[in-house]
């Protein structure tokens, strides 16, 4: 029997040399190679028609700078020049860091509170009464509303940051969870009642795990949210810090720094929501198939 398996097995064509498989492969690879050319032309039209406003003098220089006085500033932001080393004595990456980090504590909490409170207000609905309007409260909110308020409680230091990124990055998570648990589908909760499932394993066992790849998206909400506030926290003592840095560009009238701190925020957004995608694509493989 063996032998024949061994025998059918060989006669199987491999995956380096079935022509379906490579076919798949070159079209994929055609369909990449495609969208980067695109977006590629995209970025070239967009460089030269900023350049051509500049050149035909719209605006005055000081409020729309070239693309090539952006770089300028991005490389000096970026380096050490004439013993000045970057901007405030942070190199471009340090601020950016910096800044990074105060959206991962502000997210990590805001996970910690926000999928356990999403949780209670989907299966349980008395608390969801209460809770649910509160959260939604939160949602509303513009993180300078109540940045004032953390200031006077928290000081100057990191604290205010940091709590103002946990309340602008917990509603969506809450939210998410809660939308989530509840659309998970009858049958597999009746089936795992079947089965002799209680109420704890059937929200740790079943109910979470069918939930979690919309959970992991209202997590990617909740960190653009956080990064779209954190210029707001940064307002505040925020150097070093990406925000901060953006703000005293700001007061100086330096709009070539203000516009390079802006596409520095831009494009580490873009390669953290690709990482936080592909951490959904290896963490989740049974998104839509529940």
Known sequence: MSALLTAATDRLPSPDT???????????????????????VSLIVLIGVWQAVVAAEVWPRVLVPSP???????????????????????????????????IGTGVGYAVLAGVPLGLLIAVVRPLAVVLEPVVT?????????YLSLLVIWFGIDEAPKIWLLVIAALPPIAAATAAAVRTVPDQLVEAARAL?????????????????????????????VAYTSVVAAETINGTPGIGGMIRDAQRYNQTALVI??????????????ALLRGVERVGVPWRGRT
């Open 18 to 40: 079935d022509p379906t498989v490579i076919s798949g492969r070159r079209r994929r690879l055609r369909e990449a190679s495609r969208r980067g050319a695109l977006r590629l």
């Open 68 to 102: 090539g006085d952006v770089w300028r500033q991005f490389v000096l932001a970026s380096t050490t020049h004439d013993g000045v080393r970057g901007h405030g004595g942070h190199l471009l990456i340090e601020h950016l860091g910096v800044s990074l980090g105060r």
């Open 137 to 145: 409260f939160l949602r509303t909110l513009p993180p300078l509303a």
């Open 196 to 224: 002799g499932s209680g109420p704890v394993h059937l929200l740790l066992s079943v109910r979470l795990p069918a939930a979690l790849p919309e959970i992991l998206t209202g997590i990617r909400i909740a960190v653009g």
């Open 260 to 273: 390079a701190g802006i596409l520095a925020i831009g494009l580490s957004g873009i390669v953290l929501d």
